[in-house]
T-cell receptor, first 122, second 110 residues
Framework: GAVVSQHPSRVICKSGTSVKIECRSL??????MFWYRQFPKQSLMLMAT?????????EQGVEKDKFLINHASLTLSTLTVTSAHPEDSSFYIC??????????????????FGPGTRLTVT | QQPVQSPQAVILREGEDAVINCSSS?????VHWYRQKHGEAPVFLMI?????EQKGHEKISASFNEKKQQSSLYLTASQLSYSGTYFC???????????FGKGTMLLVSP
């Protein structure tokens, strides 16, 4: 299988505090993980691509100093929302890409999503 | 560039069929289909690579027309469990990230 976990599933915090969200691939190694944000009834918006052992690549418009990403191992990536504000309230979902063998492009990779984290900033 | 999904929403009775389309203005390398239920994460259904292949997953199948830069998801004899929002994610190369469409909401009623 390909299981991705996220912790916590739901968090409520006060404005100005920081929140850390963990994403783990439980039964496979993931050199690449992705962080998405989803507003109600809307599509998945990619925030950043997290590569193990290197700096994350952020999408245009995403503040890298506000959304800190660390991919410390092949099974763990963390997203820290710093100085959270009510407008940061959203559903944050991570996904993990299965590691491909060899030096060829991942021609048949699959992306598996974690269960998501509902962040509410009051 | 975000792929365009159609229709926006479909309401079916149990046992009926549906087709969801996903089209792109750019050349596609692969198309990924997901289903998401309310408040949950998207669940991977299948991936299609360029070459015009078709795939199946139970009573759900999909096709990929590379020339037309589009993919279609076919749901036959729909079940109540098929209800949810279906997203297609497209990639322009083997290394590129996925860009998701706005989703198609499917509701199957008894």
């Amino acid at each position: 299988g390909a299981v991705v976990s996220q912790h916590p599933s739901r968090v409520i915090c006060k404005s100005g505090t920081s929140v850390k969200i963990e994403c783990r691939s439980l039964d496979f190694q993931a050199t690449t993980m992705f962080w998405y944000r989803q507003f109600p009834k809307q599509s998945l918006m990619l925030m950043a691509t997290s590569n193990e052992g290197s700096k994350a690549t952020y999408e245009q418009g995403v503040e890298k100093d506000k959304f800190l990403i660390n991919h410390a191992s092949l099974t763990l990536s963390t997203l820290t929302v710093t100085s959270a504000h009510p407008e940061d309230s959203s559903f944050y979902i991570c996904s993990a890409r299965k590691k491909s063998s060899g030096g060829v492009p991942p021609t048949n990779y699959e992306q598996y999503f974690g269960p998501g984290t509902r962040l509410t900033v009051t | 560039q975000q792929p365009v999904q159609s229709p926006q929403a479909v309401i079916l009775r149990e046992g009926e069929d549906a087709v969801i389309n996903c089209s792109s203005s750019k050349a596609l390398y692969s198309v990924h289909w997901y289903r998401q239920k309310h408040g949950e994460a998207p669940v991977f259904l299948m991936i299609l690579l360029k070459g015009g292949e078709q795939k199946g997953h139970e009573k759900i199948s999909a096709s990929f027309n590379e020339k037309k830069q589009q993919s279609s998801l076919y749901l036959t004899a729909s079940q109540l469990s098929y209800s949810g929002t279906y997203f297609c994610g497209t990639a322009n190369s083997g290394y590129s990230t996925l860009t998701f469409g706005k989703g198609t909401m499917l509701l199957v009623s008894p």
